[in-house]
């Protein structure tokens, strides 16, 4: 059963430049999975999309991150951390779209 959490959730979405690249693939998975290693964050999804076939399922991207945070304070920090820009820095250069989804509960 679950239960109903609280909290500041954040949801990105990558789309590769190079689908085909695997050294691009596996770079980018590595720094989401280092990127999500960072302190503030409460819990971390990173995931690929899911093999399911509905109308309202958008497959398209290559990456997903959601990472949970007790709250919006915790995710403003987590956005002027060195280590999201390092990410930023050394992974940019694999997406060509990048899409964020937000929300509070």
Not at 15 to 22: A, F, S, V, Y
Not at 71 to 98: G, L, T
Request: with cysteine.
């Amino acid at each position: 059963m679950s239960s109903l959490q609280k909290g500041f959730v954040h949801t990105v979405y990558f789309w590769l430049k190079e689908k085909d690249n695997k050294s691009h693939h596996e770079a980018l998975h590595k720094g989401l999975l280092k990127l999500a290693e960072n302190e503030l964050i409460q819990t971390a999804f990173v995931g690929t999309p899911a093999n399911t076939s509905r109308e309202v399922i958008d497959t398209t991207y290559d990456f997903s991150i959601t990472f949970i945070f007790d709250n919006k304070e915790d995710q403003d920090a987590y956005q002027v951390d060195p280590k999201h820009y390092e990410f930023i820095d050394n992974c940019a250069q694999y997406w060509e779209r990048v899409q964020v989804y937000d929300a509070e509960s």
